[in-house]
């Protein structure tokens, strides 16, 4: 589940009126000139350009290799030795999770040729269970589908992550509390590890969902190695729920006042400044003003509820690999029950919602800035530093979220990053939070996250995936860690990234508990962590320029970037951007190095906004109404590549199918192949195109 505290995210305090300038006027997007509608194809078209089972991601059926492991700080299945392994995937969210099963074979096809190799289900937990006195039964028509969805995956070669705890209902009575109503699902997150009753409701369900028998595979969940990766509890951490029920629930309380009279019997002067009778109002994002004391109780909270947790696991014979802790804030204290996951996960988010007037309800605000520009840190830069590097790292939810006007940089930043630092595996939130948007017939306005109502959030998975999950841009070696020593947990209490973690764009980072395990890279102890003396690349094969607010990316296979207007080059490709800001690149399809490829994607991204969307003003910063339909922002590229025999190459436009549409008139200029792109075209907007030989 999304969190509240993230990159990017800004707490709103005032009403969207008072959000709102005296002078300004609403903003509501029209088709039109400006505004272009979209044909929504969400099934891809075998053998077209968009078709990206062809890349080989996959190899059916999963599990055929074995379990996973950790091998050197990276993945690899048992049975194919020495050969690293990469995720990449989408969440599927409540109802999605269950969908008939030929919708189940459709979604699967449908992921397979997107390029997807994995899946995570999540918020699925509470509708796997009925009624009933402890609330545990799996109900058999939804675990039915489910089975077969995840059967599905399987025979075409998706793995599959989820987690034993997000958003299932649990009564207080059912977990001994006489008491009426429901307990807040980030107050039962903390309950687990401080309350027996609360910690044998998750310990049940886990045995009940890891025991069942998958009828369509003859597996149980807990032997089943396509369920490879396994979070013991969503977005867990004290600091979730800290003003949702923890700071003031007694059971809480009474933990907190036992671990501080141990730690104040062996040394009475332990932590003067803290009371024992209350915990602190706040426990902020950056951990500012927590005591250390605070942050240790969690800390080793969290160490000994998730050895238990893994433990219970591998008693129900259970190998798939475990983590925990994936929503931070990754403060020192807590960094130490890493050393008991399989793997380190994370969640980001840029432009995530804030809500100020109701949780989940319009009006909400998001910041609505170009990323690139200004002095603030580059999105996902602070992730790089929450990796401990003796494992795998993977972020199993990450956007660049609607109706956000730079989300569609999103997928290239973020495989590039994820490239570069040499990541394990990544996840898009979400696909769908229903199965009644799974297919064409329900086309909506683009949300928050579904990237099945956001052609801008899926085009950008294919840059995601070409230089990530095919490895088109190659990991870093030299770098730095953080070492979080000794001091660091008695006196540093704060979030994993440094002020300079933009330095994770030059040069490899991550963190260790200590410098044995930093892998070679040079170590800063984190209480004094210094400037590494470096920040964004300006020159290269990667290279930013925050004036202008734009960067640039070259790798033999893949080139491209983004700029507000104005020129892009990236080796082979020169781009004029016109008319609205842009993400431009160009992939190989067939495996060759981009002049002499016979086959490339060109995409042309700009903005996706529903028909009648409405906004506080033209900086759409505060979201009044969503709209209907999807509509593309009119903008126009020029278009330069350099191939060998040019003359050669046709260009065509793509519907979102990857069916070819009309030929774009292309010439030969200087031995480059030249054309122009422009979003309308006059069959609707285009974003995809195909050159080939």
């Known amino acids: 589940m999304p969190r509240l505290h993230v990159i990017a995210a800004v707490a709103a305090t005032a009403t969207a009126a008072a959000a709102m300038s005296i002078d300004a006027a609403p903003y509501t997007v029209c088709a039109g000139e400006e505004w272009i509608p979209l044909e929504i194809h969400r099934d891809i078209e075998a053998g077209s350009a968009l078709d990206f089972s062809l890349l080989g991601f996959t190899d059916a059926p999963a599990g055929k290799y074995g379990w996973l492991k950790n091998a050197g700080g990276h993945f690899e299945f048992e049975k194919l030795p020495g050969r690293p392994q990469r995720f990449y995937g989408v969440n599927l969210c409540g109802t999605a999770n269950f969908p008939?099963?030929?919708l189940a074979d459709v979604l699967v096809a449908r992921f397979k040729r997107l390029g997807y190799n994995a899946i995570r289900l999540h918020h699925h937990d509470?509708?796997?269970v009925k009624g009933g006195a402890d609330g545990l039964a799996l109900d058999p028509v939804a675990m039915d589908r489910f089975d077969y969805l995840v059967a599905a995956a399987i025979r075409e070669g998706l793995y599959v992550t989820t987690d034993l705890y997000v958003s299932r209902r649990v009564e207080w009575r059912q977990i001994g509390v006489d008491r009426d109503g429901v307990v807040d699902n980030q107050l039962f997150k903390a309950l687990c590890a401080v309350y027996e009753p609360a910690y044998?409701?998750?310990?049940?369900?886990?045995?009940k969902f890891l025991c069942h028998v998958n009828k369509y595979t003859g597996r149980r969940y807990a032997d089943e190695p396509a369920l490879a990766l396994i979070s013991l509890v969503n977005e867990g951490g004290f600091?979730?729920?800290?003003?949702?029920?923890v700071r003031d629930d007694p059971r809480i309380l009474a933990s907190w006042r036992e671990w501080l009279a141990a730690k104040r019997a062996t040394d009475p002067s332990f932590a003067p400044g803290v009371s024992a009778d209350s915990l602190p109002e706040n426990f902020p994002w950056d951990c500012s003003g927590i005591d250390p004391a605070v942050a240790m109780w969690t800390g080793e909270l969290e160490a000994k509820m998730v050895a238990r947790m893994k433990a219970h696991l591998r008693s129900l014979g259970a190998k798939a690999l475990v983590t925990n802790g994936n929503s931070g804030p990754h403060y020192a204290a807590l960094q130490l029950a890493t050393d008991a996951y399989d793997y380190i996960?994370?969640?980001?988010?840029?432009?995530?919602?804030a809500f100020p007037e109701k949780p989940w309800s319009l009006p909400s605000k998001c910041p609505n800035v170009n990323p690139l520009a200004g002095d603030r840190p580059v999105p996902p830069s602070f992730q790089a530093f929450v990796r401990m590097l003796e494992k795998p790292f993977t972020v199993t939810e990450w956007n660049f979220s609607g109706p956000g006007r730079y989300r569609g940089m999103g997928g290239i930043l973020t495989g590039a990053m994820a490239a570069l630092q040499g990541w394990d595996g990544m996840w898009r939130f979400a696909y769908s939070h229903s199965r009644d948007a799974l297919g064409d017939a329900d086309v909506k306005s683009p949300g928050y996250f579904d990237l099945a109502s956001d052609p801008l959030a899926q085009a950008g998975e294919r840059a995601c995936m070409c230089l990530f999950l095919r490895g088109d841009m190659k990991p870093y070696g030299d770098g730095v860690a953080l070492w979080y020593t000794p001091e660091?947990?008695?006196?540093?209490?704060?979030?994993?990234?440094?002020?300079?973690r933009d330095v994770a764009w030059s040069m490899r980072t991550g963190s260790c508990l200590s410098p044995e395990g930093a892998g070679g890279l040079c170590t800063y102890r984190r209480e004094t962590a210094k400037d590494a003396a470096a920040g964004l690349p300006t020159a290269g094969a990667l290279r930013f320029d925050r004036e202008r607010g734009s960067f640039a990316m070259e790798t033999p296979r893949t080139c491209g970037g983004f700029a507000p207007s104005g020129a892009i080059a990236a080796g082979p490709l020169g781009v004029e951007i016109a008319g609205a800001p842009a993400t431009v690149w160009v992939s190989s399809l067939d495996g060759a190095d981009l002049p002499k490829s016979r086959?490339?994607?060109?995409?042309?991204?700009?903005?996706?906004?529903?028909?009648?969307?409405?906004?506080?003003?033209?900086?759409?910063?505060?979201?009044?109404?969503?709209g209907t339909r999807p509509l593309a922002r009119s903008g126009s590229a020029r278009i330069e590549l350099e191939l060998e025999r040019p003359e050669k190459y046709a260009v065509f436009g793509l519907s979102l199918s990857g069916a070819r549409?009309?030929?774009?008139?292309?010439?030969?200029?200087?031995g480059r192949l030249c054309f122009e792109v422009r979003t309308a075209s006059p069959r609707g907007a285009r974003m995809f195109y195909e050159i080939v030989r």
């Open 100 to 102: 008939d099963h030929a």
């Open 126 to 128: 509470g509708g796997m």
């Open 200 to 207: 044998r409701n998750w310990a049940a369900y886990a045995e």
């Open 239 to 245: 600091f979730m729920g800290w003003k949702r029920g």
């Open 345 to 353: 996960d994370d969640h980001f988010y840029v432009d995530h919602p």
């Open 488 to 500: 660091s947990v008695e006196s540093a209490v704060r979030n994993a990234g440094p002020s300079w």
């Open 599 to 626: 086959r490339i994607l060109l995409t042309h991204a700009t903005d996706v906004q529903g028909d009648g969307a409405k906004y506080a003003d033209e900086q759409m910063k505060t979201t009044l109404e969503w």
């Open 661 to 670: 549409k009309e030929r774009i008139p292309a010439c030969v200029k200087d």
